[in-house]
C-alpha cells in the first residue's frame, strides 16, 4: 500500500513538473506625446498648419497630396502572449494603432481631419480567433 | 507489485520519454494581428457625391494615405498572419556526425482592406473592398493560382 501510494505520488509529482507550462506576456509601446482630447479646439477652415504643430507637436509623417498636405499623428500598443506547454508553443500578438489624420489645403488651412484611436483595445490572448 | 502500480510505472516511462523528448519535438502556433477590423463600405457612401469628411467621420483615420497623380488614396486595413510550424530532430553530432531533423512550417497573411479613391475636390470617386480574414486557412494557404492567366487588357 506505501509503495503504491509513493508510485502514484511519483507520477503525480513528475507530471505536475513535466506539465507546468511557461507563460510569458509584454507589452510594447511606440510612443508619440500627442493628446488626443484636443482635437475638439480643431476648426476647419481656420485652425492652421502651425497652431496644430503647437497643439499636438511634429506629425509622425507628412503626405503630400493633389490639392494640399496631410499631417498624420501615429502610436502603437502591441501586446504578446507566449505560452510554452513542453511539445506545443502558442504564441499570440495584437497590435492596435492610435491615428489622426489632418488634411491642409495649398493655403495651410485645416480643411477636414480623421481620428482613430484603438491602441487601448489591445488584448492579450492565445491564437484561436 | 499489483495492477495499479504496473499503470503507475507505465505512465512514469511515458512522462519521462516526453519530456526527454520535449526538446527534439516541438509544434508552434502564433499569430499576429495588425490593426482593427475593416468593416464593409456602408450604403451611406456614394461614389460621386461622398466627401472626404463623411468618409473620416465614418471610419476615422486612414492606415495609410497616398497621393496618386490627380486622386487621393484612403486606405483602411488590418493584417492577420498565422504561421504553423513542427520541427523534429535528434541530435546524434557529439558521437554519430551528423544529426536527424526535420521541419516543416506553412505562413499566411490574410488582409482586411478597403481602398477610396477621391477626386482633388474630396469627393469619392471609387472605392474597393476585400475580406480577406474571411478566407478559409488550409483552402487558402494550398490554392493553386498559377495556372490561371490574366485577363487580357482591353
Redesign the interface.
Known amino acids: 500500500m506505501k509503495k503504491r501510494m509513493a508510485a502514484f505520488l511519483g507520477v503525480i509529482g513528475l507530471w505536475a513538473a513535466v506539465g507546468v507550462g511557461c507563460t510569458v506576456i509584454g507589452k510594447t509601446k511606440e510612443y508619440q506625446p500627442f493628446d488626443p482630447s484636443k482635437f475638439h479646439s480643431l476648426t476647419p477652415g481656420k485652425t492652421r498648419a502651425a497652431d496644430v504643430t503647437q497643439l499636438f507637436g511634429a506629425p509622425t509623417e507628412v503626405v503630400k497630396l493633389t490639392n494640399g498636405n496631410a499631417y498624420i499623428y501615429r502610436r502603437a500598443v502591441t501586446k504578446g502572449t507566449a505560452l510554452w506547454l513542453v511539445l506545443l508553443t502558442l504564441g499570440n500578438f495584437d497590435t492596435q494603432y492610435d491615428q489622426m489624420a489632418l488634411f491642409f489645403d495649398s493655403e495651410n488651412v485645416l480643411s477636414h481631419y480623421g481620428v482613430s484611436l484603438n491602441a487601448e483595445q489591445t488584448a492579450y490572448g492565445l491564437p484561436f480567433k | ?2 495492477f ?2 504496473n499503470k ?2 507505465i ?2 516511462w511515458i ?2 520519454w ?2 526527454a523528448t ?1 526538446g527534439c ?12 477590423p475593416v468593416a464593409a463600405p456602408s450604403e451611406t457612401l456614394r461614389i460621386g457625391s461622398t466627401t ?2 463623411e ?3 465614418l ?5 495609410r ?4 497623380e ?3 488614396l484612403f486606405m483602411y486595413t488590418q493584417s492577420v498572419y ?1 504561421q504553423n510550424s513542427i520541427a523534429f530532430g535528434i541530435p546524434l553530432t557529439d558521437f554519430a556526425g551528423s544529426s536527424v531533423s526535420f521541419s516543416g512550417y506553412t505562413n499566411l497573411t490574410r488582409y482586411d482592406l478597403l481602398a477610396m479613391v477621391f477626386t ?3 469627393i469619392l470617386e471609387d472605392m474597393v473592398f476585400e475580406k480577406g480574414s474571411g478566407l478559409p486557412y488550409l483552402e487558402t494557404l494550398f490554392k493553386d493560382d498559377s495556372g490561371k492567366k490574366a485577363a487580357p487588357v482591353p
Request: proline fraction near 7%; hydrophobic fraction near 50%; aromatic fraction near 8%.
Open positions: 507489485m499489483g495499479p502500480l503507475a510505472f505512465g512514469l512522462l519521462l516526453i519530456f520535449s519535438l516541438s509544434y508552434r502556433v502564433l499569430r499576429e494581428v495588425e490593426g482593427s472626404m469628411q468618409v473620416l467621420t471610419y476615422g483615420a486612414p492606415s494615405i497616398v497621393a496618386l490627380g486622386r487621393d498565422v482633388p475636390e474630396g
